[in-house]
Nanobody, 122 residues
Framework: QVRLVESGGGLVHFGESLSLSCTTS????????AGWFRQAPGKEREFVAA????????AYANSVKDRFTISKDNAKKTLYLRMNNLQTEDTAVYYC???????????????WGQGTQVAVSS
């Protein structure tokens, strides 16, 4: 089994930064893609960013490109999301995900963390 545990969420002001971490454990070698989704109140889960554990290639949603950076530490089996210039519309629960193939759809990811809340005040 694969286990994902997010941390680092919190309340920040508009324009500030925040970093999220996701520690992973279990049978990760079958799951080369890791990433982040988010879900705001009353909205569907949306893709934020993804990265390949092996090659390090990344992908971002247009809404966060140039503000968010996804990274990884293979030795620590940890995924990160650095979020700069946070906007109120970034307020959501952020989920760490992993799968064996890249997708921007939530249904494309088999394993999910429990989520961490990010709130951005104006």
């Amino acid at each position: 089994q694969v286990r994902l545990v997010e941390s680092g969420g919190g309340l920040v002001h508009f324009g500030e930064s925040l970093s999220l971490s996701c520690t992973t454990s279990g049978r990760l070698f079958d799951n080369d893609v890791a990433g982040w989704f988010r879900q705001a109140p009353g909205k569907e889960r949306e893709f934020v960013a993804a990265i390949r554990w092996s090659a390090g290639t990344t992908a971002y949603a247009n809404s966060v490109k140039d503000r968010f950076t996804i990274s990884k530490d293979n030795a620590k089996k940890t995924l990160y999301l650095r979020m700069n210039n946070l906007q109120t519309e970034d307020t959501a629960v952020y989920y760490c995900v992993t799968s064996n193939a890249f997708s921007t759809q939530a249904t494309g990811y088999e394993y999910w963390g429990q989520g961490t809340q990010v709130a951005v005040s104006s």
